[in-house]
């Protein structure tokens, strides 16, 4: 491809012919039609354009970049107190930048893998009202410190991960989740336990379930157990001997609707441990697997499928 330098331009008229002209036009992807005049003045316009164009666009660049290492590392000078990431435990020397998020607190840097921190800000993050008008804020505590981000931290890192696509950087915004591998675990395991209570079940029934039906679910564990099974203090208390007048405090707190989805999963793991296990009989037992799937029947087509005796008896 034949180059046009800038000091060329006006002399283009001069210095080629009509098929030079064409093959010019033929390399920048211009028309090739019309006179010798005509085609020297489409280059010559084309020509300048890009030049200025490439000029206006490398300053730009120069400006985004800037942008860019401000918003990774916005205090240079500050002393860096960790030199692994709190999550996946990898070193930073070898990192490259696009992949870690300083944040300053106090004069101090704490560096973040980008992906473990949107991690954190995934599984730890509830919105908090801030008016009558049901805006929210984000909250979401530095595992250091303890202390709660600020909203400028999440828009950090959002502008972070957009610049890094833009420049075409390959960060990454996922890992692995070691402690998602555990939860399924222990739900295997708590169905598990159920299934040696008599009943036949899957523990891909509460796997499944959003954010939404395991908020629908925990409620209705406690609509049946305080109204539906018409449970004396007796009943329940030998059902969970331990923990019966405890038992619903987190999910009847005002805080517990705006828990993360792995959280409430937690939390009714923890539940269902306690109804099908904490009692030493066999019988009281498998009360507390009946109040579990009766509840899970109501959020899962499938467990209602399954068990539809179960399903019957809360409609």
């Given at each position: 491809?034949?180059?046009?330098?800038?000091?060329?331009?006006?002399?283009?008229?001069?210095?080629?012919?009509?098929?030079?002209?064409?093959?010019?036009?033929?390399?920048?992807?211009?028309?090739?039609?019309?006179?010798?005049?005509?085609?020297?003045?489409?280059?010559?316009?084309?020509?300048?354009?890009?030049?200025?164009?490439?000029?206006?666009?490398?300053?730009?660049?120069?400006?985004?970049?800037?942008?860019?290492?401000?918003?990774?590392?916005?205090?240079?000078?500050?002393?860096?107190?960790?030199?692994?990431?709190?999550?996946?435990?990898?070193?930073?020397?070898k990192m490259p930048i696009w992949q870690y998020i300083d944040v300053v607190e106090n004069g101090f840097i704490y560096r973040f893998n980008v992906a473990?921190?949107?991690?954190?800000?995934?599984?730890?993050?509830?919105?908090?009202?801030?008016?009558?008008?049901?805006?929210?804020?984000?909250?979401?505590?530095?595992?250091?410190?303890?202390?709660?981000?600020?909203?400028?931290?999440?828009?950090?890192?959002?502008?972070?991960?957009?610049?890094?696509?833009?420049?075409?950087?390959?960060?990454?915004?996922?890992?692995?989740?070691?402690?998602?591998?555990?939860?399924?675990?222990?739900?295997?395991?708590?169905?598990?336990?159920?299934?040696?209570?008599?009943?036949?079940?899957?523990?891909?029934?509460?796997?499944?379930?959003?954010?939404?039906?395991?908020?629908?679910?925990?409620?209705?564990?406690?609509?049946?157990?305080?109204?539906?099974?018409?449970?004396?203090?007796?009943?329940?208390?030998?059902?969970?001997?331990?923990?019966?007048?405890t038992l619903f405090r987190i999910i009847n707190s005002y805080g517990y609707r705006h828990y993360s989805e792995n959280r409430l999963r937690e939390e009714?793991?923890?539940?269902?441990?306690?109804?099908?296990?904490?009692?030493?009989?066999?019988?009281?037992?498998?009360?507390?697997?009946?109040?579990?799937?009766?509840?899970?029947?109501?959020?899962?087509?499938?467990?209602?499928?399954?068990?539809?005796?179960?399903?019957?008896?809360?409609?």
């Open positions: 491809m034949t180059t046009v330098q800038p000091y060329e331009y006006n002399k283009i008229n001069n210095k080629y012919k009509l098929t030079e002209l064409k093959q010019l036009c033929r390399d920048y992807k211009l028309r090739v039609s019309g006179t010798k005049q005509v085609l020297i003045e489409r280059l010559i316009k084309h020509l300048k354009y890009t030049h200025y164009i490439s000029i206006i666009q490398k300053y730009v660049r120069r400006f985004l970049v800037k942008i860019y290492i401000r918003n990774a590392k916005p205090d240079i000078n500050a002393r860096l107190v960790n030199d692994v990431d709190f999550y996946t435990m990898d070193g930073f020397e473990s921190l949107l991690e954190l800000y995934k599984s730890t993050t509830c919105k908090t009202p801030v008016n009558d008008n049901s805006d929210y804020k984000v909250v979401c505590k530095n595992p250091f410190t303890n202390s709660v981000f600020t909203n400028e931290i999440y828009e950090r890192l959002k502008r972070h991960i957009r610049l890094s696509n833009q420049f075409g950087f390959p960060v990454e915004i996922t890992i692995d989740n070691p402690q998602i591998d555990k939860i399924e675990n222990t739900i295997a395991n708590l169905f598990i336990q159920i299934d040696r209570l008599g009943f036949y079940t899957q523990a891909d029934w509460f796997i499944s379930l959003d954010r939404r039906k395991l908020f629908i679910m925990s409620k209705n564990i406690v609509d049946i157990w305080e109204y539906r099974m018409n449970f004396t203090h007796e009943q329940k208390a030998k059902i969970c001997p331990r923990s019966w007048r009714l793991c923890f539940i269902i441990k306690k109804l099908i296990s904490e009692s030493n009989e066999k019988e009281q037992n498998y009360i507390g697997a009946t109040i579990v799937l009766m509840a899970l029947t109501l959020v899962s087509q499938p467990a209602a499928s399954a068990l539809p005796w179960l399903y019957q008896s809360v409609l």
